[in-house]
């Protein structure tokens, strides 16, 4: 029903295809992937995706038409393990389903240990636009802690070969609080990388949860940085990248002044999804493949996470969902109220109440307690009725942010998330 109703709406779409094969592991690595060596399982998967996608259209009613699509993005795993024929039929197929319209935000994920200049130019002939580069640290002790081992060549040759073949946007993505790690060797990391001149960095935060995640039982909890290291960390690379002449954005990410993110959140048209910060308005997001996750009118839905019962639903004809959520009118505003927090990092709490006919200070009330902690911490101040985060706050937005998810209040007592620091 949330797939019709897309489906009337009059507004652009967002896709994203899960990619699950990796030809080796990464300890830190919390997304859902498969180790192989065997295309043979690849090619298998990209009918079904294939088929996955000619079920939802059909569930649209839009058989038989081509779907305006604004951005897409391949992630995994590794999307790069595939090869030319199996990228390119991949994208056919996509683009038999959907039209990909200009000026769209079309994005890969890349290990730079995994692609040579000729993948690069084919993923640029296939429309892709920007590139996002796995990078994490360049200490060999790290990289070595978390068997990841990458040179700072291979991943610079990446780079410029995305500028050679007219990407619009380069990005790579750092974390912090994996073992070994000091601020005195991140330092370095961020030096070696502002030498590659990205448009855009993230820098995320290793969330270790060797309970959920299996790899990360290899690494030693006795090698991860303390929260006061982790946090120098942090606020050390936000005090470099701006002498470097980065904007901050906020939460996980940097981009150059001239960057389309950051004259977005300049002029207040800054906005959030699955796949981070995004100049695309609020887009309906359709995901493909084992474990992805979707964003459909008012659900959220997930996909099952193995290729057994990826396949076998497929094959029953019937939706791979494996569980959803239909918001109520709480999570609904919630979400615009998050979603302001993390983009504009402020909320005008009086035309926030006004336009959605509720008292601030009621609806809020146990948040509002919540928040005299961060206050007195520096996270947030008040200026009249807005709430406002300083750039001391943006450090830990998502902690200010957290205050206002009541599901996530909920399940604190299962002790399943991760740490912020």
Not at 140 to 161: N, P, S
Not at 247 to 254: A, C, N, Y
């Amino acid at each position: 029903e949330a797939l019709k109703r897309c489906a009337q709406a009059d507004k652009p779409l967002s896709l994203y295809f899960h990619l699950p094969f990796c030809p080796n592991i990464c300890y830190y690595c919390g997304c859902n992937k498969i180790i192989t060596k065997d295309h043979g399982r690849s090619a298998k998967y990209i009918k079904y995706l294939a088929k996955e996608m000619s079920m939802v259209v059909d569930a649209m009613g839009k058989k038989g038409e081509k779907i305006p699509v604004t951005q897409l993005h391949w992630g995994g795993g590794t999307p790069t393990f595939l090869s030319h024929v199996e990228m390119t039929e991949l994208m056919q197929y996509i683009r038999q389903y959907f039209d990909l319209q200009d000026g769209g935000e079309y994005s890969i994920e890349i290990d730079p240990r995994r692609v040579t200049e000729s993948d690069i130019q084919l993923l640029s002939q296939l429309g892709f636009n920007r590139i996002s580069l796995g990078v994490q640290d360049f200490n060999l002790e790290v990289q070595q802690a978390v068997h990841r081992v990458q040179t700072f060549e291979e991943t610079k040759a990446v780079l410029d070969w995305a500028k050679k073949y007219g990407f619009n946007s380069s990005s790579v993505d750092l974390i912090y609080g994996l073992p070994k790690q000091t601020p005195a060797t991140f330092k370095e990391t961020v030096d070696a990388v502002l030498k590659m001149n990205p448009d855009r960095l993230s820098v995320y935060n290793y969330a270790h949860l060797p309970h959920i995640f299996r790899p990360q039982r290899r690494i030693s909890e006795a090698d991860l940085p303390p929260a006061a290291d982790k946090l120098d960390i942090l606020s050390n690379t936000i005090e470099r990248l701006g002498e470097a002449g980065y904007v901050f954005i906020g939460m996980d990410h940097f981009a150059k002044p001239d960057d389309e993110l950051a004259i977005a959140q300049r002029e207040g048209k800054l906005h959030r999804n699955f796949q981070g910060y995004s100049t695309q308005a609020e887009c309906d997001l359709l995901a493909f493949g084992i474990s992805s996750i979707g964003k459909v009118d008012d659900c959220y839905s997930q996909n099952v996470r193995t290729l057994d019962e990826y396949y076998a639903a497929i094959d029953d004809g019937h939706l791979p969902t494996l569980r959803g959520l239909q918001l109520d009118q709480d999570d609904l505003l919630r979400r615009e109220l998050i979603g302001e927090l993390m983009c504009q990092f402020a909320l005008d709490t009086a035309a926030f109440a006004s336009a959605h006919q509720i008292d601030f200070n009621a609806y809020f009330k146990v948040e509002l307690e919540e928040l005299k902690g961060l206050e007195e911490a520096g996270l947030l101040e008040w200026r009249g009725s807005t709430l406002v985060v300083p750039i001391k706050g943006r450090l830990l937005a998502r902690r200010v942010a957290m205050t206002f998810d009541r599901h996530l209040r909920e399940s604190q007592a299962k002790g399943t998330y991760s740490k912020v620091l």
